[in-house]
């Protein structure tokens, strides 16, 4: 039985002509083509090269090789070892054309390479590789749905455990810790915990400000279950029970409204999921139509969201002159906002899955 990952290698070697490879250096598309996982992503600790006839994994000393990999594997992945397996690689293979992702590269890297000589360099077109990684197969959907579970009971656990007197920066502490506490889970990103006008900045690091009655309370946060990300935001009114003053009641009210707005757009856009023949720019439309029709337009001060993955952050991102396609299996964030300058910010968000059928 061929493995997930062999059927990932093969499909980008349909895509290469005789003579030709690709090595490429992002983490992520290393994992994707390997399940090689870098357990210190600021530290080099692998290559990946694929040509037509072979795959060839290039490890750091002392790291096991992944079981579902089933290629070469070559140890050494200083610049001066990458460019000598390189080099004996290209007589093997026959090689006449690279493919760098130039952008995973450091310099010290690229000039080693570069010097061997013995074949063209050229700038990998990374479109290629997205369109592979863009559609999710059946583990990764299932990773991924695991994943966007546990995001969920974490954040409903955390505003359950709200009190008054809690900074930022311990609720996030407590957010981040309900969603470690899932066996092979850690988080996909930083969490956002924003409190009133904090959250009107929608990338807020959280601080040193308390949590009142009678506070919005922004939560941004993903869980990321055996490499694979979801992404989730809940925006929420906290007042104790005792708090009947009248500025209380008239804030949640305006809160109120803000938020049905904020949640007609994001029902709006995701009910758009069902279609067929979708482009990104179709979802940012649905989705500022109605926030704009209420006046709001210059409120909502970000995309509507953006694919999600391997990566917390992956194509296509929503946006209005974006006209990629979207294609079956996809899964991608959809996240209107409202934000109101010197008071509060509400965003609505839920990772979702495109079927690409109706």
Known sequence: MVSYIAKR????????????????????????FSSFVNSVPEERAAF???????????????????????????????????????????????????????????????????????FKISSLNKEKIWRLRWQKDDLELKKIKTAQRITKLAIL????????????????????????????????????????????????QAGQKKLKSGSVVLLDAGAKYQEYCADMTRTIFFKTKTDRRERTKQKEQQFKKILKLVKQAYQKTEKLLQNNNLK????????????????????????????????????????KTNQNKLLKNMVLTIEPGIYLEGKFGVRWENTVFYSGEP
């Open 9 to 32: 290698i093969k499909k980008i070697q349909a895509s290469l002509a005789d003579h030709q490879a690709i090595l490429l250096s992002k983490n992520s598309d290393i994992f994707y």
């Open 48 to 118: 990946l090269l694929i040509s037509q006839q072979a795959s060839c994994l290039f490890l750091q000393n002392f790291l096991p090789v992944p079981q579902a990999f089933s290629g070469q594997t070559y140890f050494g992945v200083s610049a001066e070892k990458i460019s000598q397996h390189l080099k004996n690689l290209a007589q093997e293979l026959q090689l006449k054309e690279l493919f760098l992702d130039l952008e995973h590269l450091n310099v010290e890297e690229f000039r080693s390479i570069t010097k061997i000589g013995n």
């Open 157 to 204: 656990k955390t505003i359950q455990e709200l009190k008054v007197g809690q900074s930022e920066l311990e609720v996030k502490k407590t957010l981040e810790n309900n969603i470690r506490q899932h066996s092979d889970c850690d988080l996909a990103f930083q969490s956002i915990i924003a409190f009133d006008e904090n959250s009107t900045l929608p990338h807020h």
């Open 280 to 319: 990104a720019a179709d979802l940012d439309q649905a989705c500022r139509q109605t926030i704009t029709q209420a006046g709001y337009e210059k409120k909502f001060i970000h995309t509507t969201g953006h694919g999600l993955g391997i990566d917390i952050h992956e194509p296509p991102s929503i946006y």
